[in-house]
């Protein structure tokens, strides 16, 4: 059980769950070290100070526009609450130091990068102990924000798929298929019907996303000529995920020109910033200091009301809290018409720290951390 700090009279606990610095150095997630704008960040304990790569540079450069050392972002975020709440203790927890025991010890537990994918996808230990800790911890502990609950709703895109057209939120046009039915369908039959609904509402290529996948992981493209292809590609995957998602291919979709995909962010109800990503490029909206031509104001109003369609954040003792931080990815361009569509929910997004979060205006961390600072006293109140 979490320490209730208001009836204890201690101070309050935060706990953050971090992801090793070295892979948001590959992810460049990161934060200036020595930011003029951040007067928290030179709080970072040594082991958190990173060096920058060059991963986007075609050739090598002497020195880095954001400066050589820098810290992960959900450091920055514990920094800045130790700055500005000298009331407030921050635990920041490593991968490896997770444990019920550490997790009680706190009133209240975030997840802000790291969680269950990041865990499976990156933990090397033997039989995946760091892996199979947290998952033991999510299920038991009564005190992680967000509640598992919501986690098992976002990780799996059928079920978020599924609840997103029951609430009437526009998505691309979508098929589900989970292990379960696959498997009671079997291989011939599952594919027989992903094909006659491909044919039929000529949907020309289409993509198939795992559920449980992460960044593009064993995500594909086909068409209704490729069925072996399919077939295998379902046979694999099916073993190792809990479904498949099935979407109609929107044409030039993650061309920032064409048909961008805006990746949109929520500090509790607040907009933060947007973001257009694709594999090369990195740009912003023009009226966020970028070069993208973007119907911004009309896609935040969009957004706004689908935030407030998203199942509410329940705790285990059944408190509801506000919202940490939410990314709606959204595409808006379908054949060159304005037609906004949902494309991905996340709860621990990429923050695109070192493109996005420098700005004076959009201290990202400096909002998270006031936002948890607010759900913790909410929670123990």
């Keep these: 059980m979490a320490v209730d700090a208001a009836e204890s009279g201690k101070k309050l606990r935060i706990g953050?769950?971090?992801?090793?610095?070295?892979?948001?150095?590959?992810?460049e997630e990161l934060i200036s070290h020595r930011d003029k704008n951040r007067a928290w960040t030179k709080l970072a304990e040594p082991k958190f100070v990173v060096e920058r790569k060059f991963r986007r540079e075609k050739k090598v450069v002497k020195r880095h526009p954001l400066g050589k050392y820098a810290i992960p972002t959900d450091v920055s975020v514990g920094c800045f609450i130790k700055h500005q709440y000298p009331n407030v203790e921050v635990d920041m927890i490593l991968p490896h130091d997770i444990s019920k025991e550490r997790l009680g010890s706190n009133d209240i537990n975030f997840l802000m990068i790291?969680?269950?994918?990041?865990?499976?996808?990156?933990d090397k230990s033997k039989d995946k102990k760091v892996y199979t800790e947290l998952k033991d911890c999510l299920e038991s502990c009564d005190n992680i924000f967000p509640p598992y609950e919501y986690q098992k709703l976002i990780y799996s895109k059928i079920k978020y798929y599924n609840y997103l057209k029951d609430n009437k939120v526009a998505i691309a046009p979508t098929m589900t298929l989970t292990q379960e039915e696959y498997n009671e369908m079997?291989?011939?039959?599952?594919?027989?019907?992903?094909?006659?609904?491909?044919?039929?509402?000529?949907?020309?290529?289409?993509?198939?996303?795992?559920?449980?996948g992460q960044e593009a992981i064993d995500a594909r493209f086909f068409t209704a000529t490729m069925k072996k292809s399919l077939a295998n590609y379902f046979k694999r995957c099916m073993k190792k995920y809990p479904g498949i998602v099935i979407q109609k291919e929107i044409k030039d979709f993650g061309n920032s020109k064409k048909s961008?995909?805006?990746?949109?962010?929520?500090?509790?109800?607040?907009?933060?910033y947007s973001v257009c990503a694709n594999e090369n490029t990195v740009?912003?909206?023009?009226?966020?200091?970028?070069?993208?031509?973007?119907?911004?104001?009309?896609?935040?109003?969009?957004?706004?009301?689908?935030?407030?369609?998203l199942p509410p954040i329940v705790m285990p003792n059944g408190k509801r809290l506000p919202r940490l931080l939410t990314r709606l990815d959204m595409g808006y361009l379908v054949d060159g018409k304005y037609s906004p569509f949902v494309n991905e929910v996340e709860f621990v997004p990429s923050l695109y720290a070192e493109d996005c979060a420098h700005?004076?205006?959009?201290?990202?961390?400096?909002?998270?951390?006031?936002?948890?600072?607010?759900?913790?006293k909410l929670y123990v109140k």
């Excluded at 291989?187 to 449980?212: M, S």
């Excluded at 201290?363 to 998270?368: E, P, T």
């Design 16 to 27: 953050i769950l971090l992801t090793y610095p070295r892979l948001e150095v590959k992810k």
């Design 186 to 212: 079997g291989n011939e039959a599952a594919i027989k019907k992903i094909l006659d609904t491909v044919e039929q509402e000529q949907w020309g290529r289409f993509i198939c996303k795992p559920v449980y």
């Design 359 to 376: 700005h004076p205006d959009r201290l990202i961390d400096a909002k998270l951390g006031h936002q948890m600072v607010k759900i913790a």
């Design 283 to 309: 740009v912003r909206p023009r009226q966020e200091g970028g070069s993208l031509d973007t119907p911004l104001d009309s896609l935040k109003s969009k957004t706004r009301k689908i935030l407030r369609k």
């Design 114 to 122: 790291y969680d269950l994918l990041e865990s499976f996808h990156t």
């Design 260 to 272: 961008p995909e805006l990746r949109m962010y929520y500090v509790g109800k607040q907009y933060t």
